[in-house]
């Protein structure tokens, strides 16, 4: 079946601006995982959602970030008033179920984010 | 901060040749994961051992975790230039709570042909 889907693949704004990522995770997962990932750095994690809720904000850096999900199924992080300290790949990930980080994380193929 | 820490950094050996990454990590866990990522863009899952087991084979792949070192191995057989890439060990569950994989900062293997 279809794996972990993110769009776009590449978006470039400007500083100041919002940008919406769009994560489609693969059907029937129940959780969901959004991550970021630096330049030459490992992957920081971000939010999770079981269902349509965030039980975890705890990794988003500020309040510019938010993120939802709707219907249980696609989720969108939201990055207001965009910085150059943005620039990153954002990866969506899911699993089946959540439970204690014991379940496989299937990634997307990310979003590459660029603030000028 | 992150909880994994892998070494080396990178490495870069002959086609043919074995090659072992190590990672480290600092509180307990439910299971350990290994990922492996092409060109910086999406993960692909490659094993998973938990923290009751000590050895995990699959194909040319084999993983060890040792609770008490608090230290997971990957090692890869017979390498081949397909297996390029950046590997990164991710833990899960245990004292770290929630849901979420924390991830180490990888290790870049690169194959010579």
């Known amino acids: 079946g279809a794996g972990v889907s993110q769009s776009p693949s590449n978006k470039v704004t400007e500083k100041g601006k919002d940008v919406e990522l769009r994560c489609d995770p693969i059907?029937?997962?129940?959780?969901l995982y959004w991550y970021r990932q630096s330049l030459g750095q490992g992957l920081e994690f971000l939010i999770y959602?079981?269902?349509?809720?965030?039980?975890?904000k705890s990794g988003l850096p500020s309040d510019r970030f938010s993120a939802e999900r709707t219907g249980g199924s696609v989720s969108t992080l939201t990055i207001q008033r965009t910085q150059q300290e943005d620039s990153a790949v954002y990866l969506c990930?899911?699993?089946?179920?959540?439970?204690?980080?014991?379940?496989?994380?299937?990634f997307g193929p990310g979003t590459r984010l660029l603030v000028l | 901060s992150q909880q994994g820490e892998e070494d080396p950094q990178a490495l870069s050996i002959q086609e043919g040749e074995n090659a072992t990454m190590n990672c480290s990590y600092k509180?307990?866990?439910?299971?350990l994961q290994w990922y492996r990522q092409n060109s910086g863009r999406g993960l692909v899952h490659l094993i998973l051992?938990?923290?009751?087991?000590r050895e995990k084979h699959s194909g040319r792949l084999r993983v060890t975790l040792d609770t008490s070192k608090k230290s997971s191995s990957l090692l890869i057989t017979a390498s081949r230039a397909a297996d390029t890439a950046s590997y990164f060990c991710?833990?899960?569950?245990?004292?770290?709570?929630?849901?979420?994989?924390?991830f180490g900062q990888g290790t870049r293997l690169t194959i010579n042909p």
């Open positions: 959602f079981q269902g349509n809720s965030a039980p975890d």
């Open positions: 509180t307990s866990i439910n299971n």
């Open positions: 990930a899911s699993s089946l179920t959540a439970s204690g980080g014991r379940e496989t994380q299937y």
């Open positions: 059907s029937g997962h129940t959780a």
């Open positions: 051992i938990r923290s009751n087991e």
């Open positions: 991710a833990t899960g569950g245990g004292e770290q709570g929630a849901q979420k994989l924390v």
